[in-house]
């Protein structure tokens, strides 16, 4: 007996050792925990001014470019958190971009000369602006490799529309908008003859060879690109780069650098110096100044000459219409930047140390007064430097891109060489600060930097290489966006995110509660077009009809059921099926795909998509939904059964063997009972607060509704079987009556969830 005791007292000791350890580890302070993780104050300051608790969100959502993938990457600020990779110039799987008909069409806009393009080299994301600062209505990206420009929705973050540049072979300049968005712009990169599939050799770069500038009219009623308003600026070949637009006194102007006025043509493999050397042998390029409001009442007023279909303003035009200056800049510019307040424009030489501040008050004194220092080759009046620049401050090596803080005369600009962001005073000239990044930054961007209202707060560092950041993951790394606190007059790094897509350029940040999607469609929209889909059906309306060879599916998906739940083809017939999505609860997704026939929709609440393909193989494909959307979603599906044409049933479907028995039956009507009165409890608290004061509730309360309208149908059918003592029958429609019920449940439960937490009042 004693010995027993013994033995349990040990154990409780033992366990109650156990217990304290544990306790301890929970109740670890933070001076613990610095200590086992080897923190720094400064790391845990960092990293409160980064964390954003869990149910939490962040202040600012940063677009940047995924680069090579020809996609934008959307994180939030100052989490880092990835929220979404957009579909734009490529295929991508999750989103059915590529995979259902209305996004092929979309990526099919962007097929040059009947070539099918599946990438795209994104450079800069541009979001609209009313007045100067954004708007958060849309966002525009271009397409280096392939001239091309996209414009996506912020209402439900779609591409909408792509547009093919109709006369460059490249672009990077863009995609930048006008104060108001009535234009977004891109200027040509590489020069290359303007009119399609027309070859000149590249020893007449200098006649035949030129760069340009596009206006794309951008129509905010219909939230697409008007390409026939739009217009380019014939330009020189000069290689042309980066652009950006005037605001406030610079307002219906916008500035263009250049970094091979030389018109070099290089052929190392003929002898001749690289373009690399060529290319930078003179000491100045040009920055471009064009009055873009004036040259579109020129084409307005007929002045332009069609190329490949698209108006263009020649050079000639444009000089003697006054409405294109050249300026010199300072070496192998990159960057042109305009200040908030329109005033100044900031343009950095990758090769100088010095960036350059020019002033449009004194650019517009130059027109006016005729002062010019030359003209180049075509005939472009040349403002001298020293007429147009206010200061040239030294910040380093290899100054490229400027962004403004909320501060007045506050700029951040990246120090490529230097590795380096330099904060200076952009209106006395002094540099204030300096903090080294990880590694030769290219781009950078601070919260709605290039906008009239710069917000301040945070900078991001988009740099070039990656190198010892991260665990190793192979060669190629990944990019290292790095967050930066500027409130304070000194610059704090607090975080470094691997980017595991593409190669970014520039981002744009903008205020979180300036975005304003949408959670549902309203039910049967086309998501691409924003119009009502022709193959949408509402509930009980599916049908399934053939003409000839052709099957067409109007169906719909909703929890936890496709309908219909079998196709049936013959070998060789044409498969178009329409699915439309019936629920309204947020989150609520479907995706829909057929085995082996490489199709894929997303379905969001309320959207209609199509799939189509030749079912051109005999056989049976399981189709099914691939969100997991129910606690039944792995029993979303169906068969398409594909017969060898001719085929006739040789016996009838023999009936299975009965598999239930009454008490079965009986089972289910009990589990029915108990569900029905959990519903009631729920749809009491519903209706005892002021429900229809919140719209979302009152979609879920329809939709539930919608839900338990189904059950006296299933019901009639499982008393008519219990009637004849078909027990199978019985139970499975008793069982479809619970399918009802689970649906409306959940529904109701989130209803009441909902209500508890945005403060529904009760009502007498
Ligand atoms: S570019 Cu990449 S670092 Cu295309 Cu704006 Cu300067
Ligand atoms: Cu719908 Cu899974």
Known sequence: MSKFVLKSTVLLVAAGIGLGASSVWSAESLQDVLKRRGLSQQDVLAAAKTYVPTGKRDEFVAFSSGGQSGQVIVYGIPSMRILKYLAVFTPEPWQGYGYDESSKDVLKQGWIDGKEITWGDTHHPAISETNGQYDGQYLFINDKANPRLAVIDLRDFETKQIVVNPIYKSEHGGAFVTTNTEYVFEAAQYPAPLENRKFFPLEEMNEKYRGGMTYWKFDRKEGRINTKESFSVELPPYWQDLSDAGKGPSEGWSFTNSFCSERYVGGIEKGRPPYEAGCSAKDTDYLHVINWKKAAELVKQGKAKKVNGHDVLMIETAVKEGILYLIPEPKSPHGVDVTPDGKFIIVSGKLDTHTSVYSFEKIQAAIKAGKFESKDPYGIPVISLKDAVERQVQLGLGPLHTQYDSKPCIAYTSLYVDSQVAKW???????????????????????????????????????????????????????????????????????????????????????????????????????????????????????????????????????????????????????????????????????????????????????????????????????????????????????????????????????????????????????????????????????????????????????????????????KKADEAAAKKDWDQANLWSEQIWQYQVKAADLGLRAKTYLEQNGAKPVK
């Open 425 to 715: 005073n952009y209106c006395e000239g002094k540099v204030l600060d300096k903090l080294s990044v990880h590694y030769n930054i290219g781009h950078l961007m601070s919260m709605e930097g290039d906008s009239a209202a710069p917000k301040g707060r945070y900078l991001v560092a988009l740099n070039k290489l990656a190198i010892d950041r991260f665990v190793p993951v192979g060669p190629l790394h990944p990019q290292n966006h790095q967050l930066i606190d500027i409130s304070n007059d000194k610059m704090q790094l607090l975080y470094d995110m691997p980017l595991p897509l593409g190669e970014p350029h520039y981002a744009v940040a903008i205020e979180a509660t300036k975005l304003k999607p949408g959670v549902r469609y309203k039910v049967g929209t086309d998501s691409r077009t924003d119009k009502p889909h022709p193959g949408a059906v509402r509930a009980g309306e599916e049908v399934t009809t053939k003409t000839g060879n052709k099957i067409e599916v109007k169906g719909t998906l909703i929890r936890s059921h496709i309908t219909p739940e079998t196709i049936e083809a013959e070998v060789g017939d044409e498969v178009t099926i329409h699915l439309t999505n019936l629920e309204r609860a947020q989150d609520e997704t479907h995706g829909f795909t057929v085995s082996t026939y490489n199709v894929h929709a997303s379905a969001e609440p309320g959207k209609t998509v199509t799939v189509k393909f030749k079912a051109d193989k005999e056989g049976v494909y399981p189709y099914y939904c691939t969100e997991f959307c129910s606690a039944l979603h792995l029993e979303m599906m169906g068969y398409l059964l594909v017969k060898p044409k001719g085929w006739k049933p040789t016996k009838t479907a023999a009936s299975a063997k009965a598999a239930y028995t009454e008490d079965d039956y009986k089972a289910t009507v009990k589990k029915v009972a108990d569900t029905q009165a959990v519903i009631d409890s729920v749809v009491g608290y519903i209706t005892s607060v002021n429900f229809k004061d919140f719209p979302d509730v009152v979609a879920m309360v329809e939709d539930a509704t919608d839900q338990l309208g189904k059950i006296p149908e299933a019901k």
